[in-house]
């Protein structure tokens, strides 16, 4: 079991993050975002998708699309990725899961919460296949 960090050791833990690349920094600083995001999301789209009045079988579609889509279009991603650039596919994944969003937002009817649901599976996809080869290649 690792023991927590002491107040000696903060500066060498900050002085090791200074010392990654910019986009590492920003990398971990995002991170940090969604982590927040996703704690709100994963806590308010139950209450926002059954306060629109629909039932808990679409509910449990809905919230099904993401990791459904995310299984179908891994391996493609991963087979992309080195074309198209990680920082490129972090930034694609974070642009769809903003649309996706929206869409859930905006235009809350059955079709296109649904659309937006698959959107927001291929931006987890692209953000989540992409992080950690992006942060090898931003921190060596």
Do not use: C
């Not at 889509?69 to 994944?93: C, D, E, H, M």
């Not at 642009?95 to 969003?101: S, V």
């Amino acid at each position: 079991m690792r023991k927590p960090m002491h107040k000696k050791e903060a500066p060498t833990y900050l002085k090791h993050v200074r010392a990654f690349s910019r986009n590492a920094r920003f990398f971990l600083a995002s991170t940090v975002f969604f982590g927040f995001m996703y704690g709100l999301y994963y806590l308010f789209f139950n209450l926002y998708i059954l306060g629109l009045g629909y039932d808990q079988e679409f509910l449990g579609v809905l919230a099904s699309i993401p990791s459904l889509v995310t299984a179908i279009v891994a391996i493609p991603v991963g087979v992309v990725l080195p074309r198209i650039g990680y920082k490129r596919s972090l930034l694609v994944g974070t642009f769809f899961q903003m649309l996706a969003l929206l869409g859930w937002v905006f235009l809350p009817e059955k079709t296109t919460l649904i659309l937006s649901s698959a959107l927001f599976g291929l931006g987890s996809s692209l953000i989540w296949i992409s992080s950690s080869p992006f942060m090898v290649a931003s921190s060596t």
